[in-house]
């Protein structure tokens, strides 16, 4: 073979070497995505799990960071969540801020559901949403860690948003 053609060989399989390493880079970067989104759900199955643990736990208003004696609606959120990693401010307005809004409609399993059941123009209840139309949650004095019904509720009443912290 000449130096020409020698050359023209060279480029051939300079350009095959790269089209293939920029395939298989783009690949690479496909790949997270599909393994983040099972590790989100399975997270969100675990916090759930977690939060399920503490059922009949009693309700306290103020109740403090890090206690499982008793929680009010932000510190049960805040506890459960940071068990898997997920670090959270201590009051729901507060938390409501984080992540990213999810529209009422596209709830799923772990996304944190926001109130404003005094009517008030503020969130002042946080509750998670467990799937199948139903919140996990603490409130009320007598009542405690608990799972309700979303749907026609107050917390759907006076729902104001919904976010995905996972």
């Known amino acids: 073979m000449n130096n ?19 395939a298989f880079a783009g690949s690479m970067l496909l790949a997270p995505k599909t393994t983040h989104a099972a590790t989100d759900a399975e997270t969100a199955a675990r916090i759930i799990s977690k939060g399920k643990q503490y059922l009949g736990t009693p309700y306290r208003f103020g109740a403090r960071s ?9 510190s049960f959120v805040q506890y459960v969540y940071k068990k898997y990693g997920v670090k959270l401010p201590r009051g729901s307005r507060d938390q409501a801020r984080m992540g990213r809004k999810v529209l009422k409609s596209n709830l799923k399993r772990g996304d ?7 009517r008030d123009g503020k969130i002042n209840h ?23 019904n979303f749907k026609g509720s ?7 948003t919904a976010r995905d912290v996972i």
């Open 4 to 22: 020409t053609t020698n050359k023209r060989v060279g480029k051939k399989l300079l350009g095959v070497v790269l089209s293939l390493s920029v």
């Open 154 to 160: 107050v917390w759907d009443r006076t729902y104001v």
């Open 66 to 74: 890090g206690i499982t004696s008793s929680f009010d609606c932000s």
């Open 126 to 148: 946080v509750s998670i949403y467990i799937g199948n139309g139903k919140l996990l949650h603490t409130y009320r004095v007598g009542i405690g860690v608990t799972i309700s």
């Open 112 to 118: 944190l559901v926001f109130s404003d059941t005094n």
